[in-house]
């Protein structure tokens, strides 16, 4: 099987920057795209970046600017810098990677870590 944990949520206070980080580990070949996305209560799960294999990166117009997503493929990592904080950003983040693997055959399955809290509050 395949683990994601994310880390590096905290209380921050508006304006302020915190350094996502989401490491992959377990059965994995490869991994192709991987993103994180977030949930404020209430509503519903949104993307907010996405990274390729090769680097390329989208963002939530909400985001664009102010966060950065990146990863080390050598880690299996990826990392998300979130900068200029607001309190609308508050939610619980959660990062997912598209992963091959061999389980009895090659395989091509999404993964999910459990999640980490971002609160942006003065």
């Known amino acids: 099987q395949v683990q994601l944990v994310e880390s590096g949520g905290d209380l921050v206070q508006p304006g302020g920057s915190l350094r996502l980080v989401c490491a992959a580990s377990g059965s994995i070949f490869r991994i192709n795209a991987m993103g994180w996305h977030r949930q404020a209560p209430g509503k519903e799960r949104e993307l907010v970046a996405r990274i390729t294999s090769g680097g390329d990166t989208n963002y939530a117009d909400s985001v664009q600017g102010r966060f950065t997503i990146s990863r080390d493929n050598a880690k299996n990592t990826t990392y998300l810098q979130m900068n200029s904080l607001k309190p609308e950003d508050t939610a619980v983040y959660y990062c997912?990677?598209?992963?091959?693997?061999?389980?009895?055959?090659?395989?091509?399955?999404?993964?999910w870590g459990q999640g980490t809290w971002v609160t942006v509050s003065s």
């Open positions: 997912n990677a598209d992963v091959i693997r061999w389980d009895y055959g090659w395989r091509s399955d999404t993964f």
